[in-house]
């Protein structure tokens, strides 16, 4: 049971160019997240999908996309990276939102720099 | 919108001294609150988390949290903190069925042997 699990770990991008981070759960999670992290701004929402099928936009979705492939995956896309992207980017999946037993737990994390 | 406030960035402690991490949050209605800790270069990992109840919450480690609702925080304690309690303490608040978190910006505490 490996949990949530993020590819790549480092990425250096130029500016322009495109890239798309994987994140993967084997807890069969109806619900997943993705957040960047800047240094004095804590964790930030970025999109998330309640359940297979639907994504929403969160706090910063610009210059963002994203995909629920299936219950298990769901991927980040910067069509065209900018140096402000520059970032800590986690994933999290979380089994029943709104209840009381509902804990996100997060991925390793992919720290990505666009130069 | 909903907003979690740390207003200590960086604290630094010697090893067996008591610790408290403010975390206030702006809401008015019903939310629940958690602490991650985040070791250097880890994911973050839940610390506690509250619901509803007992304000008093304790979680690993022999943290614990208070929830004073009349203040709208959420405050972190340990009453002796071990140099492997070096880390960065998130606390968030989640509202709404969506399972959505807001963070606050963190706290990265340092411990010192």
């Known amino acids: 049971n490996a949990g949530v699990t993020q590819t790549p770990k480092f990425q250096v991008l130029k500016t322009g160019q495109s890239m798309t981070l994987q994140c993967a759960q084997d807890m069969n999670h109806n619900s997943m997240y993705w957040y960047r992290q800047d240094p004095g701004m804590g964790l930030r929402l970025i999109y998330y999908?309640?359940?297979?099928?639907?994504?929403d936009k969160g706090e910063v979705p610009n210059g963002y996309n994203v995909s629920r492939l299936n219950k298990r995956e769901f991927s980040l896309r910067l069509e065209s990276a900018a140096p402000s992207q520059t970032s800590v980017y986690f994933c999290?999946?979380?089994?029943?939102?709104?209840?009381?037993?509902?804990?996100?737990?997060f991925g390793p994390g992919t720290r990505l720099t666009v130069l | 919108a909903q907003s979690v406030s740390q207003h200590n960035h960086h604290v630094i402690l010697s090893e067996a001294a008591s610790l408290e991490l403010g975390c206030n949050y702006s809401?008015?209605?019903?939310?629940?609150l958690f602490w991650y800790v985040q070791y250097p270069g880890q994911h973050l990992q839940l610390l506690l988390k509250y619901f509803s109840g007992d304000p008093l919450v304790k979680g690993i480690k022999g943290f614990e949290a208070e929830f004073i609702k009349s203040k709208f925080s959420f405050n972190l304690r340990k009453p002796s903190v071990q140099w492997s309690d070096t880390a960065e303490y998130f606390c968030a608040a989640q509202t709404g069925t969506a399972s959505k978190l807001t963070f606050g910006t963190g706290t990265r505490l340092q411990v010192t042997l």
């Open positions: 809401y008015g209605g019903t939310v629940n």
């Open positions: 999290a999946s979380t089994t029943n939102p709104g209840l009381a037993t509902d804990t996100q737990y």
């Open positions: 999908s309640a359940s297979e099928g639907t994504t």
